[in-house]
């Protein structure tokens, strides 16, 4: 009945959990039930629902495309410029969508830091998988633009999952920072809306890097979104467009650090969750 | 029988202070708290109390607490309000960290320490099975193998794809009960969920909880409010109080010094009647005497027993009746008796009650007083008055008593004949 062996558990003052990260192996499904009922219950007596999920980034890409493409008159470097938007969007709004959400998961599941055990880390987790499926819806979408624009996409467009991959590290590592940080400062929550929307227009989403200058282009890419974009849209424009190497390096490191960061200062402040939320 | 959990000197302390845990902390206080910290250790660079405003507090909620817990025992938690029962609970939990000490738990643990924990209003009840199975720490292959039996113990078969929004809260915590109470843990820590819920389920509950440990040698730790729940179910109790532990041992030797440390008896209680003075009738003293008018707060058993409410009448009213309602410790209502409606006119009167007859079984006993007029509750009067009945036996004809022979001890009327 029960295979598993006795293991015996200290909890000891001060000492910090060894069995932290076996835990969160013993306790993936809960992080697939937690990612299920986010993902139910945001559709749930919705009329429109799903569709919103199609809409949403589909209108974005429209209205970037006439500000900065038709207005703005920035140039796309040769793609559709609805495409080359669009490109950029599909990281962009997967990264916002995973850090906002994450932001404020902990606050919101804060019924179950105080009555429940299980390692914490699986609750902002959880967010970005939401973000997770509405990329793959936007994915679809994606790929209906290139039909109607008869777009074919090189080779490169095999690497996809590798930016996506680097996105997932991005949004991982900010959100378990900011997820931490704002269970103890509450006024992370008016300071999210304004990173994201600041965001957008320090990343090369509704324009391309190539329009930044040779001298500010380096430090442009400490933004690690810059590296993902700039990645997306060289996989999907069938490398069109050239990534600028060092700032693409110093990007992924800076992805790394804010997971390496995320992850320490979550651990750290995980131990008062209980206590201040 | 092994050590299952071991606590050795725990505790746990709280920092109270406004700029502190207090849980609305915001990053400007933060940063302006931390200037302030520096420029004071600035000026004053060896004081030791560099705190720019008042000074923090600490709260032990938990001190020096040690204990163990051998595998297959049922162990009560008791102690009043802020004792630290949740937080010794919450702890062992693994909810919240221990400030000292160590703990070492050998079996799985879960922990019962709300109803529903988890449920999602927007979700149906057949999904809220899963996702609150999944978060008291079930597999999924598990709570599907037991889903048909969850869902026949709650009840709520017919509702099962509604959202659980839609239920009404009886429904509500059946449900929640029924994914809790077929946890498969070693180890299962139970905080006052029962307090929850109808009597009928209440019993149901404690009914599995019994059922699962004794016959699967699961360890239960079950803090509750509820001595008879607590007696029923556990062997031995802990006693908390101010976050140190005050007695262990046999529940009920437990329960006995905690109720008779929580209730002071005393013969004579004095109401303050601030807001009764315009009413018709309120009651001013209350006494309890033995049956030569002196003033006791403890009988024998098999004593007769009075006791005097003195209350004043305002004005002539008619059908006024007074109530004396006795409880014993249990909570269970025991007898209410009143007298006849009575015509008075405005003055100070005295209600005696006098036990000649019924002889109740020894332990604590708390008193009820109502003054009505008719139908209509005038006052009502619901304080910790109590008296005990104690267990000296003088004269021979009664017979063995103890605590569960039962509520009374008054004898039938009893022969033994042969049988031809």
């Known amino acids: 009945m029960n295979s598993e062996k006795k293991i015996e558990l200290i909890i000891e003052a001060n000492k910090s959990k ?23 219950v945001r559709y749930k007596q919705t009329v429109i629902g799903v569709a919103w999920s199609i809409i949403r980034p589909f209108l974005s890409m429209v209205v ?28 962009w709004q997967f990264f916002s969508t995973s850090f906002s959400e994450s932001a404020n998961a902990l606050i919101s599941n804060s019924n179950l830091l105080t009555k429940v055990y299980f390692p914490r880390l699986i609750i902002p987790s959880t967010s970005i998988v939401v973000g997770l499926i509405d990329f793959l819806i936007s994915l679809g979408i994606l790929v209906i633009l290139m039909i109607y624009y008869h777009y074919l996409p090189g080779w490169q467009i095999i690497t996809l999952p590798l930016f996506l991959l680097l996105a997932t590290v991005t949004s991982l590592g900010t959100g378990f920072f900011i997820s931490a940080l704002n269970v103890q400062y509450r006024d992370f929550r008016y300071i999210v809306p304004f990173i994201v929307q600041f965001g957008l227009y320090i990343s090369p989403v509704g324009y391309s890097s190539d329009t930044i200058s040779e001298k500010w282009r380096f430090l442009y890419s400490l933004n690690p979104m ?39 200062t979550f651990r750290k402040m995980e131990r008062i969750f209980a206590d201040v939320v | ?50 705190s720019s405003d008042s000074p923090l507090e600490e709260f032990w909620a938990l001190k020096g607490i040690n204990f163990e817990v051998k595998q297959g025992e049922r162990i009560g938690i008791i102690g ?28 799985r643990v879960a922990s019962l320490l709300e109803v529903g924990t988890g449920f999602n209003g927007e979700l149906s009840g057949r999904e809220n099975i899963f996702l609150n199975g999944a978060i008291l720490g079930m597999h999924r292959a598990e709570i599907k193998q037991k889903f048909d039996e969850i869902v026949d113990f709650s009840g709520v078969e017919k509702f099962l794809d509604t959202p659980v929004k839609r239920y009404s809260s009886g429904m509500y915590v059946r449900l929640a009960f029924a994914v809790a109470a077929h946890l498969d843990p070693e180890i299962l820590i139970v905080d006052e969920v029962l307090s929850v819920g109808d009597a009928e389920f209440q019993k149901k509950c404690l009914g599995k909880m019994e059922v699962v440990s004794k016959a699967e040698g699961r360890t239960v730790l079950f803090v509750s409010h509820n001595m008879g729940a607590v007696q029923k179910l556990c062997y031995n109790s802990i006693l908390l109080e101010n976050g140190k532990i005050i007695s262990t041992g046999g529940s009920n030797e437990v329960i006995d010094f905690y109720l008779n440390q929580a209730n002071a008896s005393s013969s004579e209680y004095i109401f ?10 309120y009651a001013t003293k209350f006494s309890l005497e033995d049956v030569n008018g002196k003033a006791i707060s403890e009988i024998p058993i098999g004593k007769v027993w009075r006791v005097k ?44 009650f006098e036990e000649n007859k019924i002889f109740f079984a020894p332990g604590r006993y708390r008193l009820l007083i109502g003054i009505s007029k008719g139908k209509e509750i005038i006052q009502y009067i619901d304080k910790d008055i109590w008296f005990t009945i104690l267990d000296i ?28």
């Open chain 1, 226 to 264: 810059v590296g993902v974009i700039d990645g997306f849209r060289w996989a999907i424009l069938g490398g069109s467009t050239k990534i600028y190497l060092p700032g693409f390096f110093l990007s992924i490191l800076v992805s790394l650090g804010f997971l390496y960061v995320g992850i320490k």
């Open chain 1, 64 to 91: 970037l495309t006439v500000v900065f493409g038709k207005i703005a008159g920035l140039s796309s470097g040769g793609a559709p410029y609805a495409i080359m938007v669009y490109a950029a969007m599909l990281p």
């Open chain 2, 309 to 352: 409410i003195y209350f004043t009448v305002n004005y002539l009213v008619e059908n006024l009746i007074i109530g004396l309602g006795m409880i014993n410790m249990f909570e269970t209502p025991i007898r209410t008796s009143w007298n006849i409606p009575l015509i008075l006119e405005k003055g100070k009167y005295i209600a005696v």
């Open chain 2, 393 to 420: 036996i003088e004269e021979q004809e009664t017979s063995v008593i103890n605590h569960n022979s039962g509520l009374l001890i008054n004898q039938m009327k009893m022969y033994v004949e042969k049988d031809y």
């Open chain 2, 1 to 50: 029988m092994d050590t299952i959990i071991k606590v050795e000197n725990l505790s746990k302390k709280y920092i109270i202070g406004h700029k502190q845990l207090s849980g609305k902390k915001t990053f400007r206080d933060a940063i302006t708290q931390n200037i302030g910290d520096f420029k004071s250790k600035f000026i004053h660079p060896f004081s030791k109390n560099f």
């Open chain 1, 18 to 40: 060894l069995h932290y990260w076996r835990d969160l192996w013993t306790y993936r499904e809960l992080f697939y039930f937690l990612a299920w009922r986010d993902i139910l």
């Open chain 2, 272 to 281: 303050s009647n601030v807001r009764e003075s315009e009413k018709v009738a």
């Open chain 2, 80 to 107: 009043r309000n802020g004792a630290g029962k949740s937080t010794l609970l919450k702890i062992l939990s693994r909810i919240t960290e221990p400030s000292t000490g160590k703990i070492t738990i050998n079996g």
